[in-house]
């Protein structure tokens, strides 16, 4: 099941931020694994306004074992690399940290799942890895949306990502927006669907206006494999029956970024109910004041 948060909106105005103001439109979601994968990543790409309108990044311009055109860009071993936080500046995108980009499904540095997970769209894919050596809790992708080729905090209003190989129910897109403050807003979690071994997913969420300033993606449930900057360390097999679900991750999918729309955060019930007896009772001492 998919989970969302509706917010009910009133206006804002903060600098940088557009005001949004009334009830906003609930999300809507686009899922599927397997073959339905492919539907929900096409009916997503209509609802985002087609192709002319959305970045899309598949992974496979970055070139492996030192050819990518990215100085920063490093080797990790012959078919999979680390690439920088802002190599995908040009579309819109900057990672939290340091990701892998893999032509071979990862079978280099995690031998074990060789074949486990094919390209959605041939031939590379992303994933997280862990930068403490022998350790494998990392299994988040973090990112951020800036005006394409630009330095300037932007914001989508649907963003969708393939995932590759999920079988056991944990993995997710958190979506966060700002307030009028600038604090980060939860705008839901949403569960990505299981499917069988080797299968695509997709998840996307569209929101009424660009309000998504961050996502969070989880995948799977460990690290694929540790890398410190010089040497590498395999998880090894996944193991279902232990609640181990290795995946990963292909195209990112979403809506071109624009200006932050602040996210309309609605005025606690407590605080609107006290709201008329204090408006009241200022009346009264307005009044007493006058009479005497």
Do not use: C, K
Not at 236 to 249: F, R
Not at 264 to 288: G, I, K, N
């Amino acid at each position: 099941m998919n989970h969302a948060h509706n917010l009910i909106g009133r206006t804002v105005f903060v600098a940088g931020l557009t005001a949004v103001s009334g009830i906003q439109a609930a999300p809507v979601v686009f899922s599927g694994s397997g073959a339905a994968a492919q539907t929900a990543f096409d009916e997503f790409t209509a609802a985002i306004g087609g192709a002319a309108n959305r970045s899309r990044i598949g992974w496979d311009g970055v070139g492996l074992n030192g050819t990518d055109a990215n100085p920063a860009t490093r080797t990790i071993d012959p078919g999979t690399v680390e690439i920088p936080v802002d190599r995908f500046r040009a579309a819109g995108a900057i990672f939290a940290e340091p990701y892998a980009v893999s032509g071979d499904g990862f079978a280099g540095v995690n031998p074990a799942t060789a074949g486990q997970f094919p390209a959605f769209s041939p031939a590379n894919t992303f994933v997280m890895f862990d930068s403490t050596p022998g350790q494998f809790e990392e299994r988040t992708i973090e990112q951020t949306f800036v005006l394409n080729g630009t330095d300037t905090p932007a914001a989508t209003r649907g963003f969708g990502a393939i995932f590759v190989d999920v079988e056991l129910a944990g993995s997710s897109i958190e979506y966060r927006g700002v307030d009028a403050a600038g604090n980060p807003v939860s705008l839901g979690t949403f569960d990505v669907e299981t499917g069988a071994s080797t299968d695509p997913q997709f998840l996307g969420v569209v929101f009424g206006g660009p309000i998504v300033t961050e996502v969070i993606l989880t995948v799977g449930t460990n690290a694929l494999f540790s890398f410190d900057g010089t040497n590498f360390q395999s998880f090894g097999p996944e193991d279902l029956a232990a609640g181990i679900d290795l995946a990963a991750t292909d195209d990112f999918l979403f809506a071109t970024p624009e200006p932050i729309q602040a996210v309309a955060v609605p005025v606690p019930a407590t605080l609107a109910l006290l709201l008329p007896a204090s408006l009241l009772y200022l009346l009264r001492r307005r009044a007493s004041a006058s009479g005497s």
